[in-house]
């Protein structure tokens, strides 16, 4: 079993920063991609950005040049450096981890407002 623990949600005003962290424990695979995907009320989930266990990164073309993806010293950790933030950045950001099967975190409130 996966555990999956995301901080660092908040509100912040347009133009501004937050920088979220997901931290994994648990039976974790050497091998595997670590994600985000936010959601806002009666919408899908979007994938925004992931990070494979070599560090090799891809983002979403909405969030591309503005938030960059990394894993900390400990391998299971990961954050969302989030900058320029918009209004439209504004959901739920949830935490993936993707091995033999998808875990998912609890989610944190991202909320850009002025």
């Known amino acids: 079993q996966v555990q999956l623990v995301e901080s660092g949600g908040g509100l912040v005003q347009p133009g501004g920063s937050l920088r979220l962290s997901c931290a994994a424990s648990g039976s974790i695979a050497s091998i595997n991609v670590m994600g985000w995907y936010r959601q806002v009320p009666g919408k899908q989930r979007e994938w925004v950005a992931h990070?494979?266990?070599?560090?090799?990164?891809n983002y979403a073309d909405s969030v591309k040049g503005r938030f960059t993806m990394s894993r900390g010293s400990a391998k299971n950790t990961v954050y969302l450096q989030m900058n320029t933030l918009q209004p439209a950045d504004t959901a739920v950001y949830y935490c993936s981890l993707s091995s033999s099967r998808m875990y998912w975190g609890q989610g944190t409130q991202v909320t850009v407002s002025s």
């Open positions: 990070i494979t266990s070599g560090g090799r990164t």
